[in-house]
């Protein structure tokens, strides 16, 4: 790709934006609002905004290989305090998608240097679910059961925080475990039990 190209593009996009709305960078210029915390894969295949059908300045938008939220990255741990905290997000969504290389990569017996200790947060939510799992024959489906089961326990480590547990007594605030289907381009809400998993978890990780 010719670098170039990229500055040629921004300036059409400048002149597009303008002719639909003369605001639209002022308006951008003036702060940011938004209601979603997204937090998704690096993937470039994956683009937040695009697969949802938002505009810069409504979704404020986290991605790490293979959407994770380690309590050891204080990058990801960061971008949650200051949107809940300070942008009062109403939804923080995690979302996985089928077909994901870092999640395959977890599953494969491999030393992947620098990339082991990232990995084995994934290699962790296969030891939690490993019955069930193993339980799957088809390896296609059983690595989809896995992105999913990776969705399920970064929700559960976002429940986990301070910020969304004081966010919880305060206001309104929902998290959310979702997975794009990259052969079909469909949005899939896991439908996760939050309730269920705070009462089982709450003994343990009560914060605030």
Not at 22 to 42: A, R
Not at 56 to 71: C, D, K, L, Q, S
Not at 124 to 145: F, G, Q
Not at 165 to 184: C, L, M, N, P, Y
Request: charged residues 25%; hydrophobic residues 40%; contains cysteine.
């Amino acid at each position: 790709m010719d670098i170039k190209k990229i500055f040629d593009n921004n300036q059409k996009w400048i002149v597009k934006k303008l002719g639909i709305n003369q605001n639209y960078f002022k308006n951008l210029s003036e702060g940011q609002n938004p209601e979603i915390l997204y937090i998704g894969c690096s993937d470039s295949r994956v683009s937040a905004e695009e697969l949802m059908g938002l505009e810069p300045g409504e979704v404020f938008v986290h991605r790490n290989i293979a959407n994770m939220v380690p309590n050891t990255d204080l990058n990801v741990m960061s971008v949650i305090n200051y949107a809940v905290t300070h942008l009062k997000v109403k939804h923080v969504v995690v979302c996985g998608h089928y077909n994901c290389g870092g999640v395959k990569a977890a599953m494969q017996s491999e030393d992947l240097g620098l990339l082991n200790p990232w990995l084995r947060n994934i290699r962790d939510v296969y030891r939690l679910h490993k019955s069930e799992l193993d339980a799957i024959s088809c390896e296609d489906n059983k690595y989809n059961k896995l992105v999913e089961l990776n969705v399920q326990e970064q929700c559960v480590n976002i429940l986990k925080t301070a910020a969304i547990q004081k966010a919880f007594k305060e206001r309104e605030i929902t998290v959310h475990g979702w997975v794009w289907d990259i052969q079909s381009g469909k949005l899939i809400d896991l439908k996760i039990d939050f309730d269920k998993i705070l009462k089982d978890i709450m003994e343990i990780y009560h914060l605030s």
